[in-house]
């Protein structure tokens, strides 16, 4: 029996870190979806699956300095390989929790590998552009949602047979561990930094090597782009339908289509994204693209209505879709723990968001919290026309962690 083996080295590549990108889409929607269940067999209440919730969102958002320290010691490979097992054992781990404790340290250190992994694939996405001069992050990003989609449709179809959460981990770590086979044999391999090439220098090497040092105004300027535009992002998958119904007047039929018009124009968007990247280049890229979600949201704010409030969640979709794979990809050129310290603010941006933006509705109303959300837009338009974003090809090399 012949196994299928893609020749071309860059679109081998591209497949294998792409299952990386599915595998934690897949991971996270699993155990997601099954909550009410879990919520079930553990007896608990609305507000102990927040806290399960947040335990998560806290594990990834603290995991910075261990991330850091293993980016260096083992590289992006190494990394993204563990990280894929921990995260499928500590599905098992999840659905054969005894009480509530436990499955929260069991949460707390899934988030912490998922930082691990979120890291680490984005170092390997940014890295085989560099290698091969070819954009494919977006496409990388838009397989995250694919792996999510994957996950909802085996819940559902494990769910007709059993309720077993057990049974249904058992079949979602045995996918995982087909997803982590596949990505090991196209995984970009370790390589040393060749001097002045992207943007380390020699001097910066010498920095690293005794350890963290302050991060440059341009890595906070990629921190503050990724932190507004995960925000934008979280806010629209959780508020988006509470927003058609209660304040747009949609039904309950119609409500719905508020989160699916945000995810379906993002799928589509990062699909077409690179095209976009090529053509025009990343700064334009988000720097439009951003104005255009802050602006078309705003817009659809003063006017009200359901149809408005469709039209501008469309223009966020589209808009903010390309915002995250290309700021990952400016901080991998400024050096790993650039990229670590990005990818830590981007979940920090997801976790802080729908909360906050609650706050502001509970204080005022949803119009105005909805209101935060196209600022925050606006926000990564301004950090994009300051960043410096560096054309794929022009920096002749993109580390993908490890010490060298």
Known sequence: MRVFRVHDPFHRGQLAIAALFCSLGFQYATWASR???????????????????????????????????????????????????????????????????????????????VGCLNTAMNAQGAALEARYGRHAMARLHATFSGGSLLAALLASG?????????????????????????????????EPATAGSGADTGADEGKRARGWTM????????????????????????????????????????????????????VIARLVADRWRGRWGDRRVVLLGSALAGTGLALALAVGGVVPALVGFACVGLGIAAVTPCVYVAAARQSPESLTLVAAMGTTGLLAGPPFIGFVANAGSLVWGMAVVAASALIVSLCAARIRWTPVGDDAHVRVGGGG
């Open 158 to 190: 494990v769910s007709a047979v059993t309720s077993s959460v057990v049974a249904h981990f058992g079949v979602a770590a045995a996918v995982l561990v087909l997803l982590g086979g596949y990505a090991r044999t196209g995984l970009l391999a370790e």
């Open 215 to 266: 991060p440059s105004r341009m890595t906070w300027l990629m921190c503050c782009a990724m932190v507004f535009g995960t925000v934008t992002e979280g806010a629209m998958n959780d508020w988006s339908s509470l927003y058609m119904k209660d304040v747009a007047g949609a039904s309950a039929q119609l409500a719905p289509l508020g989160i699916a018009v945000v995810s379906g124009a993002m």
């Open 35 to 113: 909550i009410p269940a879990l919520k079930a067999d553990l007896d608990l209440t609305a507000a102990e699956v927040g806290v399960l919730l947040m335990a998560a969102g806290v594990g990834a958002s603290v995991s910075f300095p261990l991330v850091a320290a293993a980016m260096r010691r083992m590289g992006s490979r190494r990394l993204a390989l563990w990280a894929t097992l921990c995260l499928t054992l500590l599905l098992l781990a999840l659905a054969a929790a005894p009480n509530y404790p436990v499955a929260l340290l069991v949460l707390c250190a899934d988030g912490v590998f």
